[in-house]
């Protein structure tokens, strides 16, 4: 059930991500009007931090796989100062 989990929340992310996006093309064709406006800009506000909490979480989850000394292999927690 936990595979269930990151399933629905890659979907959710993905819906998030596609509401966004239209929400920016309706903004920018300049046809809503001011209380519209407001409107999509709070919801896109909204999505912006519900996305980029999903990315935070599915980073802190990703590991690396690192060949040890010896030969053997290991995985660690990504560090962004790694992958240089």
Do not use: H, W, Y
């Not at 998030?16 to 406006?37: K, M």
């Not at 909490?53 to 053997?72: H, I, M, N, P, Y």
């Amino acid at each position: 059930m936990a595979g269930d989990n990151k399933t629905t929340s890659i979907a959710d992310f993905e819906k998030s991500l596609d509401e966004l996006e239209q929400l920016v093309r309706n903004l920018e064709q300049g046809e809503l009007s001011l209380e519209q406006s407001l409107s999509a800009f709070e919801r896109g506000v909204k999505l912006t931090r519900e996305c980029q909490q999903a990315l935070k979480s599915a980073e802190q989850r990703v590991e690396q796989l690192v060949q040890t000394g010896d030969g053997s292999l290991e995985t660690r927690p990504f560090s962004p100062d790694d992958a240089s």
